[in-house]
């Protein structure tokens, strides 16, 4: 299996433009999770997903900010308007439930800086 | 979920086994241990989790305190390729909640 695929790896924006991060998850995995990671905060998890239903929504940091995930294959995180502060490292992950394991797969991450 | 406490970093001689600690002191019976790393500019990678027996896997070792109140995680020969950050997870295992909270973790570096 490939793992969990990001794109793009690296986007350098402007204020006030749109941005859209991508992820497909491992075949099979039913959750998926979109995190942020910066040095001030470390990791946070924003939103996760259940058989492509959201869950839990609740670190997403402002209305500015909204996930979709319209199939079992491909989410999105998209940003607009982008803000300076919003320059992070977007990761995402997925996952199979079984048993008491959690094991999260993680993706090589998108580096977004807005300029 | 538990809080837990870990060292802001380690280092260890390349080849000798590296242990980190965890201090979890406010574990509750239903809880489960887990560790992830994070090397340099990647994702988070899993590594093993327990409940209250030790657990050994194929990268690591978990030891748990009989209390469980602390673990230990034991990289029995470290390489150069293991200096990571290390993030020690206490979450319940049951429920609907499925979101895994990371802290700052140990920056464990490996010194040839």
């Known amino acids: 299996d490939a793992g969990v695929i990001q794109s793009p790896r690296h986007e350098v924006t402007e204020m006030g433009q749109e941005v859209t991060l991508r992820c497909k998850p491992i075949s099979g995995h039913d959750y998926l999770f979109w995190y942020r990671q910066t040095m001030m905060r470390g990791l946070e998890l924003l939103i996760y997903f259940n058989n492509n239903v959201p869950i839990d929504d609740s670190g997403m940091p402002e209305d500015r900010f909204s996930a979709k995930m319209p199939n079992a294959s491909f989410s999105t995180l998209k940003i607009q308007p982008s803000e300076p502060r919003d320059s992070a490292v977007y990761f995402c992950?997925?996952?199979?439930?079984?048993?008491?394991?959690?094991?999260?797969?993680f993706g090589p991450g998108t580096r977004l800086t807005v300029t | 979920d538990a809080k837990t406490t870990q060292p802001p970093s380690m280092d260890c001689a390349e080849g000798r086994a590296a242990n980190l600690p965890c201090n979890h002191s406010?574990?509750?019976?239903?809880?489960?241990v887990y560790w992830y790393r994070q090397i340099h500019s990647q994702g988070p990678q899993y590594i093993i989790h327990g409940l209250k027996n030790n657990e050994t896997n194929e990268m690591a070792s978990l030891i748990i305190t009989e209390d469980r109140k602390s673990s230990t995680l034991i990289l029995p020969h470290a390489t150069l390729r293991d200096t990571a950050v290390y993030y020690c997870?206490?979450?319940?295992?049951?429920?609907?909640?499925?979101?895994?909270?990371f802290g700052k973790g140990t920056l464990l570096t490996v010194n040839p």
């Open positions: 992950a997925s996952s199979l439930r079984s048993g008491s394991s959690y094991e999260q797969y």
């Open positions: 406010t574990i509750s019976g239903n809880e489960y």
């Open positions: 997870i206490v979450r319940f295992s049951g429920g609907s909640n499925y979101k895994l909270t």
